[in-house]
C-alpha cells in the first residue's frame, strides 16, 4: 500500500522557517518524483516544489524560489522541504504527493498518490 505521510508544519511567525517532511512507503522510491502542493482557504491548490527522485532534478515555483529548499534522502525515503524567509502568504495546507513518472513537473494531474497534508501557518 503507498502511503504518504507528511509533518513538520505549525505555526510561525513572518520571517521564520519550517522544514516540512514526506515520509513514503508501499512504493520503489528511486523511480519518482516527489512534489510538494499547496492550498490556501478559497485558492486553488498550486505546485510549490518537487524533486526527481531519479536524477534529482527539481522545480520551484516562482513564489517560493530563493526561500524553499527542497531535497531527497533516498535511503529514508523522505523527502524534504526547507521553507525559510516564510511570508503570511505562504499560509496553506501543505501535500505531498507521488508521481511514477518520475518527472519533476508541477502538474498536480500527474501525480497519482497523496497525502493527508499538514498545516503551515504564518503569523504576521
Known amino acids: 500500500e503507498v502511503q504518504l505521510v507528511e509533518s513538520g508544519g505549525g505555526l510561525v511567525q513572518a520571517g521564520g522557517s519550517l522544514r516540512l517532511s514526506c515520509a513514503a512507503s508501499g512504493f520503489t522510491f528511486d523511480d519518482y518524483a516527489i512534489g510538494w502542493f499547496r492550498q490556501a482557504p478559497g485558492k486553488e491548490r498550486e505546485g510549490v516544489s518537487c524533486i526527481s527522485s531519479s536524477d534529482g532534478s527539481t522545480y520551484y515555483a516562482d513564489s517560493v524560489k530563493g526561500r524553499f529548499t527542497i531535497s531527497s534522502d533516498n535511503a529514508k525515503n523522505t523527502v524534504y522541504l526547507q521553507m525559510n524567509s516564510l511570508k503570511p502568504e505562504d499560509t496553506a495546507v501543505y501535500y505531498c504527493?507521488?508521481?511514477?513518472?518520475?518527472?519533476?513537473?508541477?502538474?498536480?494531474?500527474?501525480?497519482?498518490?497523496w497525502g493527508q497534508g499538514t498545516q503551515v501557518t504564518v503569523s504576521s
Open positions: 504527493a507521488a508521481d511514477p513518472r518520475g518527472l519533476a513537473t508541477s502538474n498536480e494531474y500527474e501525480y497519482d498518490y
